[in-house]
């Protein structure tokens, strides 16, 4: 296959941190590349700088001629004012594609992205819409090569499905930096961990993220091996040396200057070694009382929207409950509802006495201001973790910080540095429930998987919203599934609501009752069952007749204007009339397309 962007000698620092030194990058056609490394180690910085949006301090990028690069940052923000289908035009207008054409990539972008509303202003839109839009601008220039950092933060369950849909079918290559392992498993065809731990900076597997963790694993063993090696031998050079040899031939001066070389190998190989994962320990209080919360029937409405319907559920000590479901469907709303923040309009929620509720939320706000020295301790140079006394520069260490950074400003932290901060802030308090919103995002795969192990062993209860299926999977003993109309359902796991979710699909489909089974009894996962639609495709589906009648009314609407006589003596009237059924017919092509490739899959 033809490489279409080679990065070489790339070289990066901030200050006095280097970032990554003379690493080499590929991107061929056709591959879908999962970029990982630990926090700090410069995924976003060599992301923007492959995309031409970040100068290296060394080394160069080189693209194949005419080949068409998007990039879609972590922070997706759009200007007041501005609709859906402006900003999809405007990137097009950047990418110098024809004006003919833009009508029809406009809705075909936001059709497939989801969007039935093209005029709903962009900057009101949740976090996983703005994300989708951002996307979607991306998809619309038709790029060989597609950047994404961090896409599935702000996405929920059903838009991750969405993406890895157009990712998986899609004819351009991706390179796309992510934590979220099953979403790395079902779309990776190879991966690449930057690190200073390997000797290039970088390592390169062909595969998924399962493949490459079993080659990860080999090279750190041979490399385990080369270093055990190599310190027996710098072992042996060291006790010559002591020894001295009487003559300074030369061949004894080539022998230390051999030794010497080897003990710098060595040393440099410790030092690449040293990554370590952050040391996570949530602390519990020493709460006897069994049942924590006690929600009966409760309704609430929010925005003209009922969220939640007479829902029924206790939360008891050690129950870890995932809350699962679309963006706005009301899983924040509960566990405000939990903390007091809000209060039902019919219904109650008790909560045992002095309930300690410690919790992390999405929006992670922090004074900017601050060093990361008074992030961490505000009230002087230690802090008190399970009645022990700890200095400042050991509990940030725990974190992965250096002590160089404690006088550096909050502002110059990553997203993955933030969220340690506000973790090691939780593990102070002493809590008899753990309220978390999104604790996932921006967090590397080492400390997830620390963050993993640490809520297992927590005592105390725990709700927490996640789009991180395998966190979900591993963690979550029960899972409460939002279906955004005001249901609430109890499931054994994710895979289970999951499974209601199609079943849900499937009935609206045929017009049968989409009344799910009881919270006891949810339908079960068929394993025999042959999916023919995914989630999003066959949410698609069940709309798309409705839309295709909409845009036809729409064409029709149109293409009266036309039989206007005011219209058609008036040049600039008549013109902009027919671009209005230009653009209608587009549309309604774009849907009729959409709706024969998903009867086609149906018929597979």
């Given at each position: 296959m033809a490489t279409l962007v080679t990065g070489r000698e790339l070289s990066k620092r901030f200050g006095a941190t280097a970032l990554f030194d003379e690493i080499g990058f590929l991107i061929d056609e056709g591959d879908r590349i999962g970029l990982i490394g630990p926090n700090g180690s410069g995924k976003s910085t060599l992301l923007g700088i492959l995309a031409g949006a970040i100068e290296p301090d060394r080394g160069e990028v080189a693209r194949r001629r005419l080949t068409r690069t998007a990039y879609v940052s972590q922070i997706s923000e759009f200007v007041p004012g501005k609709t859906a289908r402006a900003v999809v035009t405007e990137a097009l207008q950047e990418a110098g594609v024809p004006e003919n054409l833009h009508e029809g990539r406009v809705a075909e972008a936001l059709g497939r992205a989801g969007f039935t509303d093209f005029e709903v202003e962009a900057a009101t839109c949740s976090g996983g819409w703005k994300k989708r839009l951002a996307i979607a601008m991306a998809l619309s220039t038709e790029p060989d090569v597609l950047l994404l950092d961090e896409p599935t933060n702000h996405l929920d369950l059903a838009g991750i499905s969405w993406l890895e849909d157009v990712l998986t079918q899609a004819a351009f290559a991706t390179v796309v930096v992510s934590h979220d392992r099953y979403f790395l498993e079902n779309v990776a065809t190879s991966m690449v961990e930057l690190s200073r731990q390997y000797p290039e900076g970088l390592l390169r597997v062909k595969g998924n993220y399962s493949q490459f963790l079993e080659q990860k694993e080999g090279f750190l063993e041979s490399q385990a091996k080369r270093q055990e090696a190599l310190e027996n031998r710098v072992k042996r050079e060291m006790e010559w040396l002591r020894r001295g040899p009487k003559a300074r031939t030369t061949k004894s001066k080539a022998r230390i200057d051999s030794a010497n070389e080897m003990i710098g190998d060595l040393k440099e190989m410790k030092g690449r070694a040293q990554t370590g994962s952050a040391a996570i320990d949530f602390t519990a209080s020493d709460r006897k009382t069994k049942r924590l919360v006690e929600i009966a029937g409760v309704d609430l409405t929010l925005g003209g929207r009922k969220l939640i319907a007479n829902l029924d559920f206790n939360l008891h000590a050690g129950m870890r409950v995932g809350l699962v479901g679309p963006n706005g469907s009301g899983k924040t709303t509960l566990l405000r509802l939990m903390r007091g923040d809000l209060e039902p309009e019919t219904?109650?929620?008790?909560?045992?006495?002095?309930?300690?509720?410690?919790?992390?939320?999405?929006?992670?706000?922090?004074?900017?201001?601050?060093?990361?020295?008074?992030?961490?301790?505000?009230?002087?140079?230690?802090?008190?973790?399970?009645?022990?006394?700890?200095?400042?520069?050991?509990?940030?260490?725990?974190?992965?910080?250096?002590?160089?950074?404690?006088?550096?400003?909050?502002?110059?932290l990553s997203g993955g540095e933030r969220a340690r901060v506000l973790i090691a802030r939780l593990m102070l308090q002493p809590a008899d429930l753990l309220l978390l919103d999104e604790p996932t995002n921006d967090l590397d795969i080492p400390t997830l998987e620390i963050l993993e192990e640490s809520l297992l062993e927590y005592p105390g209860a725990l709700v927490m919203v996640t789009h991180d299926r395998y966190m979900l999977d591993r963690v979550a003993s029960t899972v409460l599934g939002f279906d955004g109309l005001g249901r609430v359902e109890r499931f054994a796991d994710y895979w289970q609501w999951e499974s209601w979710q199609r079943a849900g699909l499937q009935a609206a489909k045929s017009g049968a009752s989409t009344k799910p089974a009881s919270s006891e009894s949810p339908v079960p996962a068929s394993p025999a069952g042959k999916k023919k639609l995914s989630y999003i495709d066959a949410r698609d589906y069940a709309t798309i007749e409705q839309r295709i009648a909409e845009a036809e009314e729409l064409l029709s609407a149109k293409k009266a204007q036309l039989e206007d006589p005011a219209v058609v003596v008036d040049a600039a009237r008549l013109q902009g009339a027919l671009a209005e059924v230009e653009a209608a017919q587009s549309a309604v092509d774009s849907l009729i397309a959409r709706w024969e490739e998903l009867e086609l899959k149906l018929a597979e």
């Open positions: 219904g109650e929620v008790k909560r045992a006495q002095q309930l300690r509720i410690v919790s992390f939320d999405q929006t992670r706000q922090m004074d900017e201001s601050l060093t990361l020295r008074r992030a961490l301790a505000p009230e002087g140079d230690s802090v008190v973790y399970q009645d022990r006394l700890i200095h400042v520069a050991s509990w940030a260490s725990r974190f992965l910080f250096t002590g160089e950074q404690l006088n550096q400003p909050v502002s110059r």
